[in-house]
């Protein structure tokens, strides 16, 4: 539906096209509807995996919802992966490359300090009895636990190895005592929390680059409908034009006032943007 002014008149914007507002009829595009959709085809592939005996499931909402603290990757399409399966490197793909690298590294990170917490916490419910072992007594007494609950010599070899590198750890660092693991646990834990708050802002950024190289391609894909708007100089045919591609002319002017700012060529150049974030 066309925008009226006052007098009855079509009102133009600032490029010389008439405003109007799309109607939809049908609610596909509405949030609850694409909820539903993208909700449904999880609990399919849910059920059949589980029907499979598959330990695997996928979930609809984004990591941000489940309240995991990852960066989500882009999608590629199949151009891209027909193209990095070739060894092409793209800039989606180095994207994700850089996102699956970082992922990682918080999870490691994330796992290292919780291990090191639960550790905390036994040594000191067992410095809680009446003997008062040192932070070396309560190491051994680990280790020959988890050698005596080893069933293979490879496993064996594999807790040594790990003692002695905790060893050499903890007396490069000065750690003698359970006030000062914890201690050196808790920098390093008030550490990871500054490095979320940073990843937390880079994945904010992360999400207008998204949403900029989306806009970047309905821009790319639907220029073509607005210049042969263009060439259309007489009123009663770019009527028609306009009302036959109606949609697809909102959704390029949607993707424009999008990347004016930033990209006002339409190209978003991938590499820069993540060299900013």
Same mark, same amino acid.
């Given at each position: 539906?066309?925008?009226?002014?006052?007098?009855?008149?079509?009102?133009?914007?600032?490029?010389?096209?008439?405003?109007?507002?799309?109607?939809?009829?049908?609610?596909?595009?509405?949030?609850?509807?694409?909820?539903?959709?993208?909700?449904?085809?999880?609990?399919?592939?849910?059920?059949?995996?589980?029907?499979?005996?598959?330990?695997?499931?996928?979930?609809?909402?984004?990591?941000?919802?489940?309240?995991?603290?990852?960066?989500?990757?882009?999608?590629?399409?199949?151009?891209?992966?027909?193209?990095?399966?070739?060894?092409?490197?793209?800039?989606?793909?180095?994207?994700?490359?850089?996102?699956?690298?970082?992922?990682?590294?918080?999870?490691?990170?994330? $796992?290292?300090?919780?291990?090191?917490?639960?550790?905390? /916490? +036994?040594?000191? #419910? &067992? =410095?809680?009895?009446?003997? %008062?072992?040192?932070?070396?007594?309560?190491?051994?007494?680990?280790?020959?636990?988890?050698?005596?609950?080893?069933?293979?010599?490879?496993?064996?070899?594999?807790?040594?190895?790990?003692?002695?590198?905790?060893?050499?750890?903890?007396?490069?660092?000065?750690?003698?005592?359970?006030?000062?693991?914890?201690?050196?646990?808790?920098?390093?834990?008030?550490?990871?929390?500054?490095?979320?708050?940073?990843?937390?802002?880079?994945?904010?950024?992360?999400?207008?680059?998204?949403?900029?190289?989306?806009?970047?391609?309905?821009?790319?894909?639907?220029?073509?409908?607005?210049?042969?708007?263009?060439?259309? $100089?007489?009123?009663?045919?770019?009527?028609?034009?306009? /009302? +036959?591609?109606? #949609? &697809? =002319?909102?959704?390029?002017? %949607?993707?424009?006032?999008?990347?004016?700012?930033?990209?006002?060529?339409?190209?978003?150049?991938?590499?820069?943007?993540?060299?900013?974030?």
């Amino acid at each position: 539906m066309y925008e009226l002014d006052e007098d009855g008149n079509r009102i133009r914007d600032q490029n010389g096209e008439y405003v109007f507002n799309a109607v939809p009829t049908t609610d596909w595009g509405s949030p609850e509807t694409l909820e539903h959709w993208r909700q449904t085809w999880a609990e399919l592939c849910n059920a059949k995996f589980a029907e499979k005996g598959l330990d695997v499931r996928i979930d609809h909402r984004s990591y941000e919802r489940q309240g995991v603290e990852l960066l989500p990757t882009v999608h590629e399409g199949a151009t891209v992966r027909a193209m990095e399966k070739k060894g092409i490197r793209t800039e989606k793909g180095e994207f994700n490359r850089w996102i699956r690298a970082t992922n990682a590294v918080i999870r490691d990170i994330k $796992k290292k300090i919780a291990l090191l917490f639960d550790w905390i /916490a +036994e040594a000191k #419910a &067992e =410095l809680a009895k009446p003997q %008062a072992p040192n932070l070396v007594s309560l190491l051994n007494a680990y280790y020959t636990q988890r050698k005596a609950g080893a069933y293979s010599q490879k496993g064996k070899i594999s807790n040594l190895k790990e003692m002695n590198e905790t060893f050499n750890y903890l007396r490069a660092n000065g750690i003698y005592n359970l006030e000062d693991l914890e201690s050196r646990v808790n920098e390093h834990s008030s550490t990871t929390e500054s490095l979320k708050k940073t990843l937390d802002g880079q994945t904010a950024r992360m999400k207008e680059i998204k949403q900029l190289y989306d806009s970047s391609a309905a821009f790319q894909n639907l220029k073509p409908v607005y210049d042969g708007l263009q060439k259309i $100089k007489f009123e009663k045919p770019r009527a028609k034009y306009k /009302a +036959e591609h109606e #949609a &697809e =002319l909102i959704q390029f002017y %949607a993707a424009r006032r999008k990347l004016t700012g930033e990209f006002p060529d339409g190209k978003v150049d991938m590499k820069k943007a993540v060299r900013r974030v």
